[in-house]
C-alpha cells in the first residue's frame, strides 16, 4: 500500500507490472490449446487470480487540478487537463465542476495546441454534452481537434453540426479527413439528408477509393430501397 503523510492514494494492491500480466495471459492461453495433446505436462488449473485494486484520491486533489489548470504555464495545464480525464477513468466522482475551466482551455485561441487536445479529451471522457456548442468551433479549424471531437459530437447528436457535416458533403471542398468524418457522422446521426451527396460520391470515379468506400458505408447506415440496385451496378 502507497502512502505519503497525508493519507492513502491510488493504491493498487497487485505489485505485478501490467507487461507481466500480460504475458501471463497469453501463456495461458497458449497452455490451454496446448493441453490436449501434452496432458501430463501442464496442471489442471491455470487461472490468473483475481487481486483486488483500491483507488483513493489525496483529500483537494481536484482543487489543486484547477488552480493548476489557471495557471499561465503549458505544462500546468496539460497535465491538468490529463489528470482529470484519468481520474475519470479511474473512477473519480464529482467532475462535473471542472467543465467550465476545461471548456476554457479548448476555447482559449492562444493556447497550446497539446492542451486543447487535452482538453477536448477531458470534456468527452466527463460526456460534457452541456459543452457540445463549444467544440464546434475549433473543429473547422483543426483535422486532429476535429477527429477527437466530432465522433463524439455525433454520438451526442449535436444539432448545431448537423448543417456543418451537410455543407461539407454537399460543397465536396473540405479535406479527405473531413470528408470522412462527415460521411461518418451522417450515418451516426441518422443525417437522412445526406444520402444524395453520399450517393455521388459512391458514384465518382475520381473520388479516392477509401472515400467512396465510407460514402458507400455511409449510406447503407442510412438505407434507402434504391441501395440493391446502386449495388448491382457498382
Known sequence: IAQDEHDTYLVSLNSVPQEDVKDYERLS?????????????????????????????????????????????????LQAAEAIAEAHELGMDDLKN????????????????????????????????ESAAVHTSPTRRSLDLAQLIEPALADWNEPSMRSV??????????????????MQAAAKTNLTEAA???????????????????AAKALGAL???????DGRTL
Not at 48 to 71: H, T, Y
Not at 166 to 182: I, N, T, V
Not at 205 to 214: F, M, Q, T
Open 29 to 77: 492461453a497458449l497452455a490451454r490449446l496446448i493441453k490436449p495433446y501434452c496432458p501430463s505436462m501442464l496442471g489442471e488449473v491455470l487461472e490468473f487470480p483475481e487481486v483486488p485494486v483500491l483507488v483513493k484520491f489525496p483529500p483537494g486533489i481536484k482543487d489543486l487540478w484547477l488552480e493548476a489548470a489557471g495557471q499561465p504555464e503549458t505544462d500546468l495545464k
Open 165 to 182: 457535416w451537410l455543407s461539407r458533403l454537399k460543397d465536396g471542398s473540405a479535406s479527405p479527413g473531413l470528408w470522412a468524418l462527415a
Open 223 to 229: 438505407g434507402g430501397g434504391e441501395l440493391i440496385a
Open 98 to 129: 471542472t467543465v467550465p475551466l476545461l471548456v476554457k482551455l479548448l476555447e482559449a485561441e492562444e493556447a497550446d495546441h497539446l492542451v486543447r487536445l487535452a482538453a477536448a479529451r477531458a470534456l468527452i471522457a466527463l460526456d460534457a454534452r
Open 196 to 214: 444524395p451527396h453520399l450517393r455521388d460520391i459512391v458514384f465518382d470515379p475520381k473520388a479516392a477509393p477509401h472515400l467512396r468506400l465510407e
